[in-house]
């Protein structure tokens, strides 16, 4: 299917656990970016990608690994997950750099950390 | 830093009346504003944007003026419809030399009642 696409869409895990979220789109878009949703804070940006192998930290990057090995392709992992990880991710892919043409989220995974 | 502040929701209104989401932003440069729509069980989708001072972006029904001088993108609709219900993101992106990222606001809950 074309499209941006997240996996798993629900996810619960226990707090010192590894945990990777998938996103994949079918675009071929250079941009990719992951996002946290929390009630209070709006979206915020965790990690970003210009291009496969490049990667950046966005405003909230602390206790997230990400990885770009296929332009497709923007793992976003966990290493020890903690219970205010517990949040909504969106993975977005964009074929510009400026967000004037606009961004395109995937419909997000829900992780719930106990 | 650059940050963007939206009216507190939730916002409930009947079908057909007029919808007012007030967005104020602070910003060190000359930003770029956006209105995202996030559906249930959904990713956020750009609705509109201005790239510059009295621009005024539309689409769907809903529209908003960049408004310099008093830092404000409010998003108005003159007749909502049931299917508006969503959360509205208002955002904002300032150019930095191609290292362009959304900064989003909390987020305004919207139900629309028959």
């Known amino acids: 299917d074309a499209g941006i696409t997240q996996s798993p869409r629900y996810k619960i895990t226990e707090t010192g656990r590894q945990v990777t979220l998938m996103c994949h789109q079918t675009w071929s878009h250079s941009y990719m970016f992951w996002y946290r949703q929390d009630l209070g804070h709006g979206l915020r940006l965790i990690y970003y990608?210009?291009?496969?192998?490049?990667?950046d930290k966005g405003e909230v990057p602390d206790g997230y690994v990400v990885s770009r090995s296929k332009t497709e392709n923007f793992p976003l992992t966990l290493e020890s997950a903690t219970r205010s990880q517990t949040s909504v991710y969106f993975c977005?892919?964009?074929?510009?750099?400026?967000?004037?043409?606009?961004?395109?989220f995937g419909s997000g995974t829900r992780l719930t950390v106990v | 830093g650059d940050s963007v502040t939206q009216m507190e929701g939730p916002v409930t209104l009947s079908e057909e009346a007029f919808l007012t989401i007030n967005c104020t932003y602070t910003?060190?440069?000359?930003?770029?504003l956006f209105w995202y729509v996030q559906y249930p069980g959904e990713g956020l989708q750009l609705l509109l944007k201005?790239?510059?001072?009295?621009d005024k972006g539309s689409n769907k029904g809903f529209e908003a003026t960049y408004r310099k001088e008093t830092t404000s993108f409010h998003l108005e609709k003159g007749s909502v419809q049931v299917s508006d219900s969503a959360v509205y993101f208002c955002a904002l992106s300032i150019s930095n030399f191609g290292n362009e990222k959304l900064t989003f606001g909390t987020g305004t809950r919207l139900t629309i009642i028959p």
């Open positions: 910003a060190t440069g000359y930003p770029s």
């Open positions: 977005a892919s964009s074929g510009q750099g400026s967000p004037y043409y606009g961004y395109t």
């Open positions: 990608s210009a291009a496969a192998d490049i990667t």
């Open positions: 201005a790239t510059k001072a009295d």
